[in-house]
Every structure is written in C-alpha cells, then in structure tokens.
C-alpha cells in the first residue's frame, strides 16, 4: 500500500518526523517497507518566462523560442506546442534533467536549430493528465525557482506492507485511523455536499442479487450529463501519488475514492447498458458455463460457474469485483453513469482473480474483505465528486440490495485474563482508550470491557484479537521478558536422535563430509539405476514439479551424491568423501501418504587425500567404503554383521553387497557400475553404500557388557593356507574359530596372495589363493606352553584344511 | 725388563690408543685388544701368577692400577664416542618442523546441521525434547488445522508443491491435492498436539518446501526450526524472554532483540524477532539494508482456533510458537552470499565450516 504522506495530512495531524512515525508503524505492525521522497524526480525542471515565441525557419508546427530561467543568458528552446504566447510561465527542463518518463534532456538540434531544453506539459512532468500543451503556470510564479518546489510536488511516500488481516488498512482514510491510534490523534472525516436532481434512481434501475452469499451488498446510483475530460491536476497528483495512471475524471473519480475510502467502484456507461421500458435491470448472478468477457484490458475472458458476474439484461458486463467489461466502460462519449458500489465473497472473487490471473487494485481489496457498511458511503463520496468534476445530476436515491447486512461484534474482554495471558499490567482504561482510537467502543463492566467492533474491522472475532490490539498499540517492547515456569518438562534427545548424531559424529572422524541433497528425482534417473521397488510400491509422483528432472522425490540418496561427486570433479576436486542422512519415499496404491524412511548413504571417490607429501595417495575402492561401515558399526555395537554378496543394477558385479546384521538386511555396500558412472559423468571409481537409520538402531546394543581383560599371555602362531579363489576369506576364518574352542582367542586375517593374471611365474597352483592368518591363542587361567599350542594349532590347521578344501603354503 | 715398567709401557700405550679410538668398533678393537682374553694387559696379569710372592702385592698393586685407569680410560672415552654418535643421529634425525602433519582430515557436519544442532542443544537445556513430522504432510496439518483459510494464497499450486494422492482423493483444477509436501514444519505442532496433552514443550527441526526457482536468496527446499509451548499460564512474556535468551545464545550475548507485530494465521498475538545488525549494532548498514535490525524469526501466542482443532482447552492452556528458517541464520551468520552453495555438496564449501 502507497501512502502519500500529504494526502494523509488531511485526515490526521502527522506532527512527528518521518522517522518516528516510520518506527511507530513498523513496531505497531504495520512495516514501513521503503519510504521514497517524490519531487526529486523532477530535478532540474525550474519555472521559465517566455521571452520570444518565433516559428522555427525549417518547420511549420514548430517555433523558436527565447526563454528566461533565471540564468544570465535566456535559453534557446525548439517547441512544438502551440498554447502559449510571449510572457507566459512555463516549466522548464533543463539539460540534463530527467522527467518521470524516464527521458534525459540533452542539448539537440532540431530541424538545423539548437534547443537548450524542454517546455513540459503537465503529463510529461508526471503532475496530471493534459498532454495538449504546455502547463501554462500563474504569472506569480518565481522565474527560475524549481518547479517541484513551487508546486508544492515535494511528498513522502510510505510503502507499507499490510498484512492480509487489515483489509482496512487499503485505504488512506484507513491508514490514517491506524496512524491516529499509533500516535494518539484523532481523525477528520472526508467531507462533502450532494445535491441529487432530476428523476430517482429507484426508477430507472433494478438490482437482483441471485447470490447473497457471494454478495452481501449491492448498491447503484445514477449520474446523468457527464462531461468526460481529463481530471484536475490534484487529482491526477493524487491518482499518481497511489501508484495508479490518471484515465479521465469519472474512472479517476471511482479509483480515488477507491485509495480514499478502500471501496472499490465501478462506472459503467448507462446507454450501454440493456435497457427494457426504460429500466435497467442489473442481475448480481454466477456465471454461465461457457459465458464470455472482454474486459477492460481488452482480454476476453472465458468465464466459469464459480465467478461471479454483473449482468444486464444481454449478458455479463463486468467481472464482479475484478474488473469491468470493456463494453461498458466510461468512454469520451458516455453522457451518464451508473455507479456501482458493493461488497463481494472474498473467496469466491479470490478463486475468480486467481483462475484468470488477472490481479486489479479491487480484486485485492475484495479478497482481503471490505466492509458491506462502506458501500453507500463511498458511493455518495464518488457521486458528489462525479457531479463536482464533470458536471451532471445525482439521480436522488441510491439502490441498496443489502440482504445479509452486516453487524457489529460485541465481544467481551476481561482485563485480568488479558494481563493473565500477556504477563503485564495494563489497567482497564489504558486499554479502553487504546481500543476507542482504534474505533472499538467500549464500556466497562467490572474488570472487563465490553467491546463494539466495527464492521471495517472483520479480523477482530474473538478476544485474543483484542488483546492483540492492545499489546501491539500498548507495545510490545514493554511486556516484560520472561521464562516458562512449567514444572513437568524434562529436555532432551531420544536414543534415535542420539543415534542420528552419533553417526555423524562416526563418519566425520572417517573423514567423510556431510551433505545436504534435494529430496526431488528424476524417474528417468531411478529407472536407470535400477532401484529396485518393493512389490507394489511406486515413486511418489509430485503434481506440480519444477521440471521434469525433479518431478519425484527420491528414493534413494546415492544419485544425488553421485551428482555432487561429479559436480565437484568439474570443479576440479577429485578427493570426495560425503555422507547425507535424509529422507527417501515410496508409496503404495490405496496410501495416502507415501512411506518415509530415514537412510545414510555415503560415496567416496578418488584418495583419501592427493595433497599430502608423505605418502603416494591411494585410489579409494570397495575396502575404503567398508572399513568406514566397520568403524561405524564396530562404534554402535551392532552385532553380528557381514557383508553378503549381492546382485544390485546400480553397483559393479563383484564388488557388491548387501550388509546384514542380525540376519536382516540393513543396506548395501559395493562399487558404483560402471555405466552409471558415465550416466553421471564421474569420473573413476565410487565406492558407496547405504543404510536403512531404523534398522541400523535396532541392530545396535544399547548396552555394552564387561568382558575380562586377559591376565595371561598369549601364544602366536601364523599360518598360511592355500584355497580355491571361490572360498572366501569370512569361510576360512569362520572355520578356524569354529575349531579352535576353547583356547583360541584371535583370528586376525593378515596377508592374501594371489597370482597376478598372466603373470610368468606361477607361485601357487592355478585357481587358488593364499590367505594367512595369525591365530591367537590364551588360556584364561595360566600361560599356556609351546608344546600344548603346537598340539591343539596342528589339529585345528588339520581341520580346516579338511573343511575348506585347503592346503598349507610352503 | 720388569714387569711392572712394561705394565706401564702397556698402560701409556692403551692410552693412547683409547684417546684417538674415533668410534665404538675401534674402541672396542682397544678393549679386547689389551683387556680381552687374548689381551696384552691380560697375558701381562696372567704371568704374575709367575712372579715369587714378595713382588707380586707390589706389582699387583700396579696392575691393578693399570688396568683401572685403561678400563676408567674406555669408559671415559665411550662415553665420548656415544655422546658423539647420539649428537650426530639427532642431526641426522632433525626435520624440517614446518611440513604439515600426516594426519586424516576430520569431515565436517554441513553448516546447516551445525545450526540446528546448536539451536537444538540451547532448547534442550530449556526442558525441550525434540518432535518430528513427515515431509509429505497432509494438507489437514499443514493448512487447515493451522487456520489456513480455503482460499490462503500459500494453497496455491503456484507456491506448494502437491502430491499425487494414491488413496483416490480428488485433484483440485489448479493441482491442488490433500497431499503436499510440507511448506513449513508447523504441521508438527498440530501432530504433536494431537497426541500428547500439555504440558508440551517440544523443538521440531526439518526439511521444508516452496515451489520457489533456486536463486542466491531462495531454495526449493530448505530447513524450518519449530517451536511449541502449551502449558497452564503460558504468557506472552514468555515468549518474549525465550526467543530473547536463544537469540543472545546463538547470535551473541551483545546483540539486542525487538519483536514487531505481525500476523500469522496460527498464532495470535504474532510477531517478528528482529535481532539488532552485528556489523553496524542497530545503526543500520548496507548489510543490514540501514535498518539496524536482521529479521530471524516469526512467532507468537498459539490462536485458540488451532487448540480447537486438536482438542486443547485454549481457557486453561495457553501457549507460543515460533519458528525460523537455519538458510537464513546461516547466511547472516556467516556470510553466505548465495543459498545454492548450501545444496551442492561442493567439498570446497563443506569443508569452510
Ligand atoms: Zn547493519
């Protein structure tokens, strides 16, 4: 909302700096978004008297002008407009200024003469409407004093942000009702004077409302013998000052009883109205399937059933509450007027405005609610002006269809509980009074306040929105500070939150980097992935999407930080190690809402870290990514876990795996495939895995148990056995600890050879490897001898060479 | 020659040897080579078995003397040696003390994260636990139970992302379901209301969505802290003096903190939290657009229609609310020019925080 501070002058004494009431505003809630001084636009446009008026020797509509500004030498000025004569004033623009057209004066030849600035109308100089000629000024004005001085131009505008709760505050006279109960001051009332003539409008006009609760009220006057002309230049000030574009003085007329008063108006043209026996028949009705209307801004408009119309006897005429039809509108040969004032649904003109994208100074008041009490008042205002500018009669009467009228609350308001309810004091009266500036009658009864709120008031419904009122105008920054005096309330987080955070804190000492992904997808990404979906389940779908590449939400986090470990490498970053513990999202036929799970995924990619000078860095792979899952859940106790090999489209075969713990399958673990890695443009090997938060916590033990630090040493024995390449490292060790109760105490597995492929010199026998191992073993009750190990070490070495199809290296 | 002179001879000579031994070996070639079994002052000694017995207490005596002083002299002269070798390892060994440490770098926790763990940490020590809500909400919670009128601009497909509804609920013409993904994490409120009666004091941080273009100052996708208080005797005041104590914990002890009123739908008084401008301490600067003021939070009374909805006697209870998003604290916080940075994963990011 604009607000000119002049024209605010005139309904309420504003005796502060605009500093102040800047600050009272913004701390009462109204924000004071931006303040902009108008005037300065027309800097360098100072008053000029003509001193010579010659026609220009190269072309007839132009003449040749000497102007004084005040300056030693009279300037040159080439003039195309014709309605002035030697000795009239006239602003002018010198070179260099700029007019709020946006046009820079310069020194220019014109037709072979040099021009030393620029004789302005009233609507180059943005101050009204007349484009005919110059703006011909009083013969008192001072020769070379800036225009904008002498006219008075200079003015304060407040853009302020008006909540949608204060429909009232739409308008200036309701500005200045706020600004009144902010700074103590009362308000003066707009006056004026109608004198109707002629033939009452009751015969001449019918009004029916089909639909009261699409519009409460309806109101129609007559204005007969208009001249249509442009307006006065206060008024085209005024127009302009709101943020609106001076048309002629009956459509002005309605827009500025629209700033004045937050009634929005509408003109229609009576003779283009249907008329039948001399009566017109205005229908308040929903639209028709199909119905069309050109609007004002010449658009035509296909209508639907829950839109509201104006219609005369032919059809719509005007889009209620929107905009009207271009059909109807106030033209330069309209003669007499139909003047609307009504008050519509805010839902239904919002739905309307919204569904046509078209968006006007009254559809936004409408959909924030104005007051049904307002209507015939403005349109008195708009008719008394209409009359004072452009001539013509006030039909006596007005029609008023008013079926659902509108009444005054009455709601009581309990000081103590107030004061209860804010934690200050504030005595009954001091809010009375604060509450009868703010038009809200009271009378006390007891400690309470028996409050009338008035109808332009329609957020004020209960009593927390008085108390509102109060504490706002009261202040705010008085209330005093202080805390909760609850005694039932113990803080703090719970074991999955715990755990969520201990995670974190577990990777990052890993060396891995959190990130936060977007939970959108690109189907096209998942199917290429190849995640795969439980039976039944789909992507959940978004109705709306950004793009297509976002149109889903994800299920998985591995493509997004695929995306990231490609976006770094364009960056030229090729250490990427990133963990995000997020959301994924699945849902079902028949789901409402789709499931959320909680998962942790991590990706590292290239060494752990290039830029170091102490060691040759080594290119991350599938043991990386599993020897960070080990520390993290080696550090949550879960237990038992292993990694299975697994088949999954995403990773490379061979080198992938799900993890389970205690026999469920938690995540997944592997090097990325090599397709999907050129699908997102990475370059070399990704190794990552994901897990499933839930089932990670309900792995993990909440409670470790003491076991005996052992007193005794041990005795270590180192053996290396030869396998097929197919058993697997977890087989052998698993065989040795099934056979080694009860003294064996440690497996450590601690070289694994293979042939290279190819290589010239075979060092085992083909298809086979080597793993060995360094056995432990301990007695928990004395130390144990050499030759008791070698006894039971051979049998065991026996055993599993027996179990696994081994045999010993040489 | 007696023996006693040649012992002498012998002793001069060892010493002599001793003192120009320039390492361990030598010195130990000295050793054996005069005190070893094979050793000169050792056949020297085993002779005096030899000698009558009136000499030997004298030539004893000598040998004895002898062999002290070359053994006093070794001792003397290894201890030299390895002093020497000692100081020439420690030179070997000396490094250049400012090459970087080996060392596997920490990853970091995403400045976000950061945030709301700090946030979490200082409501956690005002006896709040922690609540949380699904991201695709039902509009019930997100709008409706939080006093979003029908017609509430923020419905607008334009501005909330909607979701296919797989139970079979309509689709409005505008695209509009009764699924959405969550625009704020006040929804979190309304469930946590429903199911737990006061007293409530509960923080619920979270991802939320607008279906805004990302730009330097706007994300698809960003993170809510929400607030909620019900209890019996719940004051404005109240409020007022929690969200000043967490934002002098966050922001500083030094920085002041106004709130202005405002309006939300679900909160009645409601109000914005200024938090006076670091840079220039409510001057007003470019940093602050020369108001003095940084805007970091909304809030205010719970509105009676909201306890309504999920069964709360707003007589007895009363309560507050707040919330704010942790992109924008972020961004007065540290500087952050451009919210994008904050959903790349650029390591180059990640790892200034
Ligand atoms: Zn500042």
Same mark, same amino acid.
């Not at chain 1, 205002?381 to 500018?389: C, G, P, S, T, Y």
């Not at chain 1, 995403?650 to 992938?656: I, K």
């Not at chain 1, 497996?747 to 293979?754: E, I, M």
């Not at chain 2, 060392?103 to 940490?121: A, N």
């Given at each position: 909302?604009?607000?000119?501070?002049?024209?605010?002058?005139?309904?309420?004494?504003?005796?502060?700096?605009?500093?102040?009431?800047?600050?009272?505003?913004? @701390?009462?809630?109204?924000?004071?978004?931006?303040?902009?001084?108008?005037?300065?636009?027309?800097?360098?446009?100072?008053?000029?008297?003509?001193?010579?008026?010659?026609?220009?020797?190269?072309?007839?509509?132009?003449?040749?002008?000497?102007?004084?500004?005040?300056?030693?030498?009279?300037?040159?000025?080439?003039?195309?407009?014709?309605?002035?004569?030697?000795?009239?004033?006239?602003?002018?623009?010198?070179?260099?200024?700029?007019?709020?057209?946006?046009?820079?004066?310069?020194?220019?030849?014109?037709?072979?003469?040099?021009?030393?600035? @620029? @004789?302005?109308?009233?609507?180059?100089?943005?101050?009204?409407?007349?484009?005919?000629?110059?703006?011909?000024?009083?013969?008192?004005?001072?020769?070379?004093?800036?225009?904008?001085?002498?006219?008075?131009?200079?003015?304060?505008?407040?853009?302020?942000?008006?909540?949608?709760?204060?429909?009232?505050?739409?308008?200036?006279?309701?500005?200045?009702?706020?600004?009144?109960?902010?700074?103590?001051?009362?308000?003066?009332?707009?006056?004026?004077?109608?004198?109707?003539?002629?033939?009452?409008?009751?015969?001449?006009?019918?009004?029916?409302?089909?639909?009261?609760?699409?519009?409460?009220?309806?109101?129609?006057?007559?204005?007969?013998?208009?001249?249509?002309?442009?307006?006065?230049?206060?008024?085209?000030?005024?127009?302009?000052?709101?943020?609106?574009?001076?048309?002629?003085?009956?459509?002005?007329?309605?827009?500025?009883?629209?700033?004045?008063?937050?009634?929005?108006?509408?003109?229609?043209?009576?003779?283009?109205?249907?008329?039948?026996?001399?009566?017109?028949?205005?229908?308040?009705?929903?639209?028709?399937?199909?119905?069309?209307?050109?609007?004002?801004?010449?658009?035509?408009?296909?209508?639907?059933?829950?839109?509201?119309?104006?219609?005369?006897?032919?059809?719509?005429?005007?889009?209620?509450?929107? @905009?009207?039809?271009?059909?109807?509108?106030?033209?330069?040969?309209?003669?007499?007027?139909?003047?609307?004032?009504?008050?519509?649904?805010?839902?239904?003109?919002?739905?309307?405005?919204?569904?046509?994208?078209?968006?006007?100074?009254?559809?936004?008041?409408?959909?924030?609610?104005?007051?049904?009490?307002?209507?015939?008042?403005?349109?008195?205002?708009?008719?008394?002006?209409?009359?004072?500018?452009?001539?013509?009669?006030?039909?006596?009467?007005?029609?008023?269809?008013?079926?659902?009228?509108?009444?005054?609350?009455?709601?009581?308001?309990?000081?103590?509980?107030?004061?209860?309810?804010?934690?200050?004091?504030?005595?009954?009266?001091?809010?009375?009074?604060?509450?009868?500036?703010?038009?809200?009658?009271?009378?006390?009864?007891?400690?309470?306040?028996?409050?009338?709120?008035?109808? +332009?008031? #329609?957020?004020?419904?209960?009593?927390?929105?008085?108390?509102?009122?109060?504490?706002?105008?009261?202040?705010?920054?008085?209330?005093?500070?202080?805390?909760?005096?609850?005694?039932?309330?113990?803080?703090?987080?719970?074991?999955?939150?715990?755990?969520?955070?201990?995670?974190?804190?577990?990777?990052?000492?890993?060396?891995?980097?959190?990130?936060?992904?977007?939970?959108?997808?690109? #189907?096209?990404?998942?199917?290429?992935?190849?995640?795969?979906?439980?039976?039944?389940?789909?992507?959940?779908?978004?109705?709306?999407?950004?793009?297509?590449?976002?149109?889903?939400?994800?299920?998985?986090?591995?493509?997004?930080?695929?995306?990231?470990?490609?976006?770094?490498?364009?960056?030229?970053?090729?250490?990427?190690?990133?963990?995000?513990?997020?959301?994924? +999202?699945?849902?079902?036929?028949?789901?409402?809402? #789709?499931?959320?799970?909680?998962?942790?995924?991590?990706?590292?990619?290239?060494?752990?870290?290039?830029?170091?000078?102490?060691?040759?860095?080594?290119?991350?792979?599938?043991?990386?990514?599993?020897?960070?899952?080990?520390?993290?859940?080696?550090?949550?106790?879960?237990?038992?876990?292993?990694?299975?090999?697994?088949?999954?489209?995403?990773?490379?075969?061979?080198?992938?795996?799900?993890?389970?713990?205690?026999?469920?399958?938690?995540?997944?673990?592997?090097?990325?495939?090599?397709?999907?890695?050129?699908?997102?443009?990475?370059?070399?090997?990704?190794?990552?895995?994901?897990?499933?938060?839930?089932?990670?916590?309900?792995?993990?033990?909440?409670?470790?148990?003491?076991?005996?630090?052992?007193?005794?040493?041990?005795?270590?024995?180192?053996?290396? +056995?030869?396998?097929?390449?197919?058993?697997?490292?977890?087989?052998?060790?698993?065989?040795?600890?099934? +056979?080694?109760?009860?003294?064996?105490?440690?497996?450590?597995?601690?070289?694994?050879?293979?042939?290279?492929?190819?290589?010239?010199?075979?060092?085992?026998?083909?298809?086979?490897?080597?793993?060995?191992?360094?056995?432990?073993?301990?007695?928990?009750?004395?130390?144990?001898?050499?030759?008791?190990?070698?006894?039971?070490?051979?049998?065991?070495?026996?055993?599993?060479?027996?179990?696994?199809?081994?045999?010993?290296?040489? | 020659?007696?023996?006693?002179?040649?012992?002498?001879?012998?002793?001069?000579?060892?010493?002599?040897?001793?003192?120009?031994?320039?390492?361990?070996?030598?010195?130990?070639?000295?050793?054996?080579?005069?005190?070893?079994?094979?050793?000169?002052?050792?056949?020297?000694?085993?002779?005096?078995?030899?000698?009558?017995?009136?000499?030997?207490?004298?030539?004893?005596?000598?040998?004895?003397?002898?062999?002290?002083?070359?053994?006093?002299?070794?001792?003397?002269?290894?201890?030299?040696?390895?002093?020497?070798?000692?100081?020439?390892?420690?030179?070997?060994?000396?490094?250049?003390?400012?090459?970087?440490?080996?060392?596997?770098?920490?990853?970091?926790?995403?400045?976000?994260?950061?945030?709301?763990?700090?946030?979490?940490?200082?409501?956690?020590?005002?006896?709040?636990?922690?609540?949380?809500?699904?991201?695709?909400?039902?509009?019930?919670?997100?709008?409706?139970?939080?006093?979003?009128?029908?017609?509430?601009?923020?419905?607008?497909?334009?501005?909330?992302?909607?979701?296919?509804?797989?139970?079979?609920?309509?689709?409005?013409?505008?695209?509009?379901?009764?699924?959405?993904?969550?625009?704020?994490?006040?929804?979190?409120?309304?469930?946590?209301?429903?199911?737990?009666?006061?007293?409530?004091? &509960?923080?619920?941080?979270?991802?939320?969505?607008?279906?805004? &273009?990302?730009?330097?100052?706007?994300?698809?996708?960003?993170?809510?802290?929400?607030?909620?208080?019900?209890?019996?005797?719940?004051?404005?005041?109240?409020?007022?003096?929690?969200?000043?104590?967490?934002?002098?914990?966050?922001?500083?002890?030094?920085?002041?903190?106004?709130?202005?009123?405002?309006?939300?739908?679900?909160?009645?008084?409601?109000?914005?939290?200024?938090?006076?401008?670091?840079?220039?301490?409510?001057?007003?600067?470019?940093?602050?657009?020369?108001?003095?003021?940084?805007?970091?939070?909304?809030?205010?009374?719970?509105?009676?229609?909201?306890?309504?909805?999920?069964?709360?006697?707003?007589?007895?209870?009363?309560?507050?609310?707040?919330?704010?998003?942790?992109?924008?604290?972020?961004?007065?916080?540290?500087?952050?020019?451009?919210?994008?940075?904050?959903?790349?994963?650029?390591?180059?990011?990640?790892?200034?925080?």
């Amino acid at each position: 909302m604009r607000v000119s501070l002049k024209w605010l002058k005139e309904f309420v004494d504003v005796d502060v700096p605009v500093e102040e009431l800047v600050e009272r505003l913004d @701390m009462t809630g109204t924000k004071v978004e931006q303040v902009v001084r108008t005037g300065q636009a027309l800097h360098g446009v100072v008053i000029g008297r003509v001193l010579r008026k010659e026609q220009h020797p190269n072309a007839d509509k132009l003449s040749y002008c000497q102007v004084d500004v005040g300056t030693a030498e009279p300037l040159r000025i080439v003039c195309g407009a014709t309605n002035f004569s030697e000795g009239d004033k006239v602003p002018v623009a010198l070179v260099g200024a700029t007019l709020p057209s946006g046009l820079t004066i310069k020194r220019a030849k014109l037709r072979g003469l040099e021009s030393e600035g @620029m @004789m302005c109308s009233a609507s180059e100089l943005g101050v009204g409407s007349d484009a005919s000629g110059l703006l011909v000024l009083p013969d008192d004005a001072p020769v070379g004093a800036p225009y904008a001085e002498y006219a008075g131009l200079g003015d304060t505008i407040l853009e302020l942000e008006v909540t949608p709760n204060r429909p009232d505050c739409l308008s200036m006279f309701g500005v200045a009702r706020e600004v009144g109960a902010v700074l103590g001051r009362d308000v003066r009332y707009p006056e004026w004077s109608l004198k109707p003539h002629g033939e009452s409008v009751d015969s001449q006009v019918a009004v029916e409302i089909e639909d009261p609760d699409l519009c409460p009220r309806y109101t129609a006057r007559l204005i007969r013998g208009v001249r249509i002309g442009p307006s006065p230049d206060w008024l085209a000030e005024r127009i302009v000052a709101a943020g609106a574009r001076p048309i002629n003085n009956v459509v002005d007329v309605t827009n500025y009883v629209l700033f004045e008063l937050g009634q929005p108006l509408h003109a229609f043209d009576l003779n283009a109205l249907a008329r039948c026996d001399g009566l017109t028949r205005i229908v308040v009705r929903r639209a028709q399937p199909g119905e069309r209307l050109t609007t004002l801004d010449g658009v035509q408009r296909e209508l639907s059933e829950d839109m509201l119309v104006i219609a005369d006897g032919s059809g719509p005429v005007a889009l209620a509450g929107v @905009m009207g039809g271009e059909d109807t509108e106030v033209s330069e040969r309209t003669v007499d007027v139909l003047l609307e004032s009504a008050s519509f649904d805010r839902a239904c003109i919002s739905r309307t405005s919204r569904a046509l994208g078209l968006i006007s100074e009254s559809s936004l008041r409408f959909e924030r609610g104005v007051d049904p009490e307002l209507a015939a008042v403005a349109s008195e205002r708009a008719a008394a002006l209409i009359a004072e500018l452009g001539g013509g009669e006030v039909a006596p009467g007005i029609v008023n269809v008013y079926p659902r009228p509108a009444k005054a609350r009455r709601i009581t308001l309990r000081c103590p509980r107030m004061n209860a309810f804010l934690g200050t004091s504030i005595a009954s009266d001091e809010a009375g009074s604060i509450l009868r500036r703010l038009g809200i009658v009271s009378e006390p009864l007891g400690d309470d306040l028996v409050c009338t709120v008035p109808t +332009f008031r #329609p957020d004020l419904e209960r009593e927390v929105d008085l108390y509102e009122e109060v504490v706002r105008i009261w202040g705010m920054e008085r209330v005093p500070s202080t805390l909760p005096g609850g005694r039932e309330r113990v803080g703090g987080l719970d074991r999955a939150q715990r755990l969520e955070r201990r995670i974190g804190v577990v990777l990052r000492a890993c060396g891995l980097n959190e990130h936060i992904g977007l939970a959108f997808e690109d #189907p096209r990404r998942v199917a290429a992935c190849g995640f795969d979906l439980g039976e039944g389940e789909e992507l959940v779908e978004l109705l709306n999407p950004m793009s297509s590449e976002q149109s889903h939400l994800r299920v998985s986090t591995l493509p997004g930080l695929l995306d990231a470990v490609s976006r770094n490498q364009r960056h030229g970053v090729s250490d990427i190690h990133l963990y995000e513990i997020g959301r994924v +999202f699945r849902t079902a036929a028949g789901r409402k809402l #789709p499931k959320e799970r909680v998962v942790l995924g991590a990706v590292l990619s290239g060494a752990w870290d290039r830029q170091q000078w102490y060691e040759r860095p080594r290119q991350l792979d599938f043991f990386d990514a599993k020897g960070v899952l080990e520390t993290l859940l080696d550090d949550l106790g879960v237990s038992p876990w292993r990694l299975e090999e697994a088949q999954h489209r995403w990773l490379q075969p061979g080198r992938s795996a799900d993890v389970v713990a205690r026999g469920e399958v938690i995540g997944w673990l592997g090097e990325v495939a090599p397709d999907l890695l050129a699908a997102f443009e990475v370059d070399g090997a990704v190794a990552a895995f994901e897990l499933d938060v839930r089932s990670l916590a309900r792995a993990a033990v909440g409670t470790r148990r003491y076991e005996e630090i052992p007193r005794h040493p041990a005795v270590k024995l180192d053996v290396a +056995f030869v396998v097929p390449r197919e058993v697997s490292a977890e087989q052998v060790a698993t065989a040795i600890r099934s +056979f080694g109760k009860p003294l064996l105490s440690e497996v450590r597995l601690f070289d694994v050879y293979a042939d290279p492929d190819g290589a010239p010199e075979r060092r085992l026998p083909e298809g086979t490897k080597s793993l060995a191992f360094s056995l432990e073993y301990r007695a928990p009750d004395r130390t144990l001898s050499e030759d008791e190990v070698r006894g039971v070490h051979e049998r065991l070495v026996q055993r599993v060479c027996e179990k696994v199809g081994a045999t010993l290296r040489g | 020659m007696d023996i006693a002179g040649s012992l002498i001879g012998l002793r001069d000579e060892a010493l002599a040897r001793i003192a120009q031994a320039p390492d361990l070996e030598s010195l130990d070639a000295v050793r054996v080579a005069y005190l070893g079994k094979k050793g000169a002052l050792t056949a020297v000694l085993r002779g005096l078995k030899d000698l009558p017995a009136e000499e030997r207490p004298a030539v004893g005596r000598v040998s004895n003397e002898v062999r002290d002083a070359v053994e006093a002299a070794l001792a003397e002269r290894r201890a030299v040696l390895e002093r020497d070798l000692l100081a020439r390892r420690i030179r070997a060994e000396a490094v250049d003390v400012t090459l970087p440490g080996r060392r596997r770098p920490l990853g970091r926790q995403h400045i976000i994260h950061q945030i709301v763990d700090e946030i979490v940490d200082v409501f956690v020590g005002l006896g709040y636990r922690i609540a949380e809500g699904p991201e695709v909400e039902l509009d019930y919670y997100n709008f409706t139970a939080l006093n979003h009128p029908p017609e509430h601009p923020a419905r607008a497909a334009t501005d909330t992302f909607y979701v296919k509804d797989q139970s079979g609920g309509a689709t409005g013409a505008g695209l509009e379901s009764e699924v959405l993904l969550r625009t704020h994490t006040s929804p979190v409120q309304v469930r946590v209301m429903e199911k737990q009666q006061p007293p409530i004091y &509960v923080l619920a941080p979270g991802k939320v969505f607008r279906r805004d &273009v990302a730009d330097p100052s706007h994300l698809p996708q960003f993170t809510q802290i929400e607030g909620l208080v019900v209890d019996e005797g719940i004051t404005f005041g109240d409020l007022k003096g929690t969200l000043e104590h967490f934002v002098r914990e966050i922001f500083g002890p030094d920085r002041r903190v106004r709130l202005r009123p405002h309006f939300f739908p679900f909160t009645e008084p409601s109000a914005e939290v200024d938090v006076s401008c670091a840079m220039c301490g409510g001057d007003g600067c470019r940093s602050c657009g020369g108001e003095g003021w940084l805007e970091v939070l909304g809030c205010g009374m719970v509105d009676p229609n909201v306890f309504r909805y999920v069964g709360i006697d707003s007589e007895r209870y009363t309560g507050f609310a707040f919330g704010m998003g942790a992109e924008r604290i972020a961004a007065l916080k540290h500087g952050i020019p451009d919210l994008r940075l904050l959903i790349e994963g650029d390591m180059r990011f990640l790892r200034q925080f």
